[in-house]
């Protein structure tokens, strides 16, 4: 890659975001961070935001906020593509949902728009519990969610950002790929609190409750609608084990295994991020 060979990441602050980030920087290549605090400024629901970020940018790493699920997806995705093309971008890299038809569509959009593209499609992010809305209750050592017995190949937001990151910079190996990433074992929600337990030394109660129990609770701390029915889609629907097999996608991608959920406890218990100190990070 050249100096002006501009990549944008949207969503650039976020989980998978801010990984793909510092590995470009890393790099030493020539980035543009995605995100309202940045400039120029980035936002999804803002399309006035959108052509000042594009300029000079040849490619994309697409991620959108909160779900592609949510029904206005398509739409923005769509517009979004379109103005990528007529503003001179040449590859696009989709973050996608596993399980989700709605992210499916949003793959073809991307798939039709007319340049090289590469799909990265994952489901529920080991960080979910370490970065998100599971990490205040572990820290208080007590979380109740709307789950079952139904097992999910939990995937480390590392290796989502590696293998983003090779679609960005090596397109001739990766154009035209459906990388659909897990991680390398199924596990129950029951099963992974339990190994966060152990890994950070201190018991975690859980316990599992009715979904309108939990819609209920969300409500009280005002979560946003969009927020809830995406929750509710999410425990309703796409925990009903259509999810619940491995698959070879990050080995298909970067040549090695994905990590596994013991070794990421490990190291976000070492980092103190299930003490309560941390809270204030």
């Not at 995705?77 to 696009?92: D, P, Y």
């Not at 152990?198 to 701390?221: F, V």
Request: proline fraction near 5%.
């Amino acid at each position: 890659m050249t100096a002006n060979n501009l990549i944008l990441v949207t969503g650039g602050t976020g989980k998978t975001g801010q990984r793909i980030v510092a590995r470009l920087q890393a790099q030493e290549l020539n980035i543009r961070i995605g995100s309202r605090s940045a400039s120029p400024s980035f936002d999804w629901h803002d399309q006035q935001t959108w052509p000042a970020a594009l300029a000079g940018v040849q490619r994309v790493y697409i991620c959108y906020q909160p779900d592609l699920a949510i029904p206005a997806a398509i739409d923005t995705i769509r517009a979004f593509c379109q103005l990528a093309v007529n503003s001179g971008v040449q590859h696009l890299v989709l973050l996608s949902g596993r399980g989700e038809p709605e992210a499916q569509a949003c793959e073809q959009v991307v798939q039709t728009a007319g340049i090289t593209w590469t799909i990265v499609r994952a489901g529920w992010f080991m960080q979910n519990f370490s970065e998100s809305f599971f990490h205040e209750p572990l820290l208080n050592g007590q979380i109740f969610l709307p789950t079952s017995d139904i097992k999910e190949p939990f995937i480390d937001a590392e290796d989502i950002a590696d293998v983003a990151v090779a679609a960005l910079t090596n397109i001739e190996q990766h154009q035209g790929h459906v990388y659909e990433i897990t991680g390398p074992r199924l596990m129950t929600f029951a099963e992974a609190i339990s190994e966060i337990a152990q890994a950070n030394g201190k018991p975690i109660e859980y316990q599992q409750i009715p979904l309108e129990t939990y819609l209920g609770a969300l409500r009280e701390q005002q979560w946003p609608n969009e927020m809830l029915w995406l929750v509710e889609y999410l425990f309703s629907q796409v925990l009903d084990g259509r999810n619940a097999y491995l698959t070879d996608g990050v080995e298909r991608a970067l040549g090695r295994q994905p990590n596994d959920f013991s070794n990421f406890a490990r190291e976000a218990a070492k980092r103190g991020v299930w003490q309560l100190t941390s809270i204030s990070r």
